[in-house]
């Protein structure tokens, strides 16, 4: 399986995934900080990978997405944004809206 066959399976396969420096328990970049705070605040569940532990999937994510930065989050498939974008459909109430209307379960 190849880094775009992989990142594609992982996407499919989780309803919410976060590709993130470092891990949910322990983020290493206050940007994916900030969306980490975001998906337990809204107590959504979701699959964070942890982009610095290769530099293939912190590359190939770049690729799949065609978006250059990392955090990127992803809701059934579909990709939503990073750390600026997260935090501003939050905000507006946007992002529990998208994952209600997506089907996701989330505690708040």
Known sequence: MNIAEFIANEVKSNDVVLFMKGTPQFPQCGFSGQVVQILDHIGVGYKGLNVLESAELRNGIKEFSNWPTIPQLYVKGE?????????????????????SEKGVAVAA
């Open 79 to 99: 990709f939503i944004g990073g750390c600026d974008i997260v935090r501003e459909m939050f905000q507006a109430g946007e992002l529990q809206q998208l994952l």
